[in-house]
């Protein structure tokens, strides 16, 4: 028997940035995903999935999700030949796209084979192992969200993109900030959204040094206002980098659509989070109160919406 927990995550500043060596900033949820390992007799590996979801999102999922089961298991050496694997995923993190549910699940299954083989990983194998699961899900990824996953907190976090060691710095904000996500329902994939990203660059080199310059003085401000628990600076530059998105394509129209009935409700910021295109929004809320009005709002209008407090 083994157990393994990976939290989900939102990504404040920085998604598809992220992916180019540009700084990003994401905060663990206290939500998370857990993975229980039973060794029985036989060989291979099975998945029971048992987490909550956004409807369609595990189909979608389907074969990206059992590849990254085999990319961790693989990783860590685990011999599957002798023995099978009974691998159970469950935990109250509802897995939609944008609140890191691939990184969350990677996360917790190398931390059950972690338990089972008492491999005595460190948090930076840990980390490792999530990685290559993440691959499955696309080729290229950053490394934030199974970052965020494994150490938790709110982090500073950019890429090696000579294959070294990526910074991460953990963030601590003097205040708790209330935040609301909001699911847009829609099933992303961030395979396919950031090779779209990296087409459009290729074809627009120019456009996108530009929007780069700017997101990146963005980051500074935002790493600063996070660490100075300056709650509207921090909004108006959620707000900035909602823009930058846009520019880039990868807010859809739902995503907006959830960002202005937000706005409409008194965030003081607020912005799609992760692939885009569907999955999620943030809003930022200046005190618990106007937090229950923007979930009430989203509510209404017919869509889930979770509340956290971050930093
Ligand atoms: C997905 O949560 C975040 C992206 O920036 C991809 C990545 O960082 O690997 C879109």
């Keep these: 028997m083994g157990f393994g927990k990976g939290y989900g995550k939102t990504i404040l500043f920085g998604e598809h940035f992220v992916v180019y060596g540009l700084p990003a ?14 060794i029985a007799q036989g060989k291979g590996w099975t998945v029971d999935d048992q987490r909550p979801a956004t409807p369609g999102y595990k189909k979608k999922k389907y074969h990206e999700s059992m590849q990254s089961v085999k990319n961790v298991i693989n990783h860590l050496k685990i011999d599957t030949k002798n023995q099978k694997l009974e691998i159970t995923f469950a935990g109250d993190l509802i897995a939609a796209s944008g609140v890191g549910a691939s990184a969350a699940q990677c996360t917790s299954l190398a931390r059950a084979l972690n338990d089972s083989f008492n491999l005595n990983l460190s948090d930076e194998k840990i980390n490792e192992a999530a990685y290559e699961g993440e691959k499955a899900y696309h080729g290229t990824p ?3 969200d199974n970052t965020a996953s494994t150490y938790g907190g709110l982090i500073w976090f950019v890429k090696n993109l000579n294959g070294g060691k990526n910074t991460m710095d953990l963030l601590q904000s003097p205040k708790k900030i209330p935040l609301v996500i909001a699911n847009s329902g829609i099933t992303a994939s961030t395979a396919e959204v ?9 074809e627009n080199p120019e456009k996108f040094e530009n929007i780069f310059g700017e997101y990146k003085m ?14 509207f600076n921090i909004g108006s530059l959620m ?20 960002v202005e009935i937000a706005l409409k409700n008194r965030a003081i910021g607020a912005k799609m989070t992760g692939t885009g295109r569907g999955g999620l929004v943030i809003a930022l809320a200046e005190n618990e109160e106007i937090q ?20």
């Design 25 to 38: 900033i994401a905060s663990a949820l206290g939500s998370f995903t857990t993975a229980n390992i039973k």
């Design 142 to 144: 950053s490394g934030i």
């Design 194 to 202: 950031v090779a779209d990203v990296k087409r459009l660059k290729e």
């Design 218 to 231: 963005l980051a500074e401000e935002a790493k600063k206002a996070l660490l100075e628990g300056k709650i």
């Design 239 to 258: 707000n900035q980098n909602q823009k930058l998105l846009q520019d880039i394509t990868v807010s859809g129209e739902i995503n907006d659509n959830l």
């Design 292 to 311: 229950e009005k923007i979930a009430k709002a989203f509510e209404n209008e017919g869509f889930d919406a979770w509340k956290t407090m971050i930093g």
